[in-house]
């Protein structure tokens, strides 16, 4: 499966922004999907995961409440949607997916990668 993400920008704290996946090339209801964020000199940090079916979402301590993860299966799309932002969500923010079942944070579970999209907040 290729995905492409989008929607990202400048934003001034206290913000929202939406980011959207497109995922084309396989059968996207089969993948797990996730976001991930790397800031400068970070290593690649869990945000946010998504079943297959829509039906589990499992957030990191630093966005929960914030963020919100979706899906579109008919429309091969995921999403995630980015209220009360702060400065130190500025980061390439990537999507990923994974043909295995079950929920997993760690970056190198994962199969297929987008190429980034830029966030900037700025404060």
């Known amino acids: 499966v290729q995905l492409q993400a989008s929607g990202g920008g400048l934003v001034q704290a206290g913000g929202s922004l939406r980011l959207s996946c497109a995922a084309s090339?396989?059968?996207?209801?089969?993948?797990?999907v996730a976001w991930f964020r790397q800031a400068p000199g970070t290593e690649r940090e869990f945000v946010a995961y998504v079943s297959w079916a829509g039906g589990y979402t499992y957030y990191s301590e630093a966005v929960k409440g914030r963020f919100s993860i979706s899906r579109d299966n008919a429309k091969n799309t995921m999403y995630l949607q980015m209220n009360s932002l702060k400065p130190e969500d500025t980061a390439v923010y990537y999507c990923?997916?994974?043909?295995?079942?079950?929920?997993?944070?760690?970056?190198?579970?994962?199969?297929?990668w987008g190429l980034g999209t830029q966030v900037t907040v700025s404060s």
């Open positions: 990923a997916a994974r043909a295995t079942v079950g929920l997993t944070t760690t970056s190198s579970d994962y199969d297929y």
């Open positions: 090339g396989r059968t996207f209801s089969r993948y797990s």
